[in-house]
């Protein structure tokens, strides 16, 4: 089946230490995206790639890193920079053409850091 | 700056009784619309969307309605269900591939 998966589901850092999350994608799409959830909130924008070897940066990039060195892939690193990195983070992906259509998200990775 | 609002941060509602969650947005460019559902631990589900050419649009129990005049999105959900119990968020697109998310609303659902 088509989707977007994402990996670990679960994972625990140690203060210092970068971890870096997997999503991997199916449908073919050429749109994909990093999203932060903390808890009773609302989804954030990390970074977003529209193509093969370029992203952008969203709304709270610092701390993170991205890239996209295939379409199916968009790994995301949290890196020690990040000074609150405990959340929810998840990944999504979109059709491109002939116009933007919704996001297809995976299942999130959460990540606690200890 | 832009921005995705919802006006209540909770709602809760008799099994069988239609729901009604409510979102304001600030960016006049965007031209997008969309309902995500999402349950506890899980990636956000798309629910129904909207282009800012259209003011309703149906879909199955669901209605969205987009009122540009006054920035404001609904969706409507009819004969509410238990499964219906969930966050719900709208998002809009301001015409590239940025999608903003607003902080949602917890739908309970009373049996």
């Known amino acids: 089946d088509g989707g977007i998966t994402q990996s670990p589901k679960y994972l625990f850092r140690k203060e210092g230490q970068n971890v870096t999350l997997s999503c991997e994608q199916n449908?073919?799409?050429?749109?994909m995206y990093w999203y932060r959830q903390d808890p009773g909130q609302g989804l954030r924008l990390i970074y977003y790639?529209?193509?093969?070897?370029?992203?952008q940066k969203g709304d709270i990039a610092e701390g993170y890193s991205v890239s996209r060195e295939k379409k199916e892939s968009f790994p995301l690193t949290v890196t020690s920079a990040q000074k609150n990195p405990t959340a929810f983070y998840l990944c999504a992906s979109r059709n491109k053409l002939p116009r933007p259509g919704e996001l297809f998200f995976g299942e999130g990775s959460r990540l606690t850091v200890l | 700056g832009e921005s995705v609002g919802l006006h209540l941060p909770t709602l809760s509602v008799q099994e069988g009784d239609n729901s009604i969650i409510n979102c304001a947005y600030s960016?006049?460019?965007?031209?997008?619309f969309i309902w995500y559902k999402q349950e506890s631990g899980k990636g956000p589900q798309f629910i129904i969307d909207?282009?800012?050419?259209?003011d309703k649009r149906q879909g199955q129990r669901v209605t969205v309605l987009l009122n540009k005049t006054v920035k404001h999105l609904s969706l409507q959900i009819a004969a509410t269900q238990p499964g219906d119990s969930a966050v719900y968020f709208c998002a809009e697109n301001t015409g590239g591939f940025k999608t903003i998310f607003g902080a949602g609303t917890r739908l309970f659902v009373k049996a």
């Open positions: 790639s529209q193509i093969v070897n370029d992203f």
């Open positions: 909207i282009r800012s050419n259209m």
């Open positions: 449908l073919n799409h050429d749109a």
């Open positions: 960016n006049s460019a965007s031209d997008y």
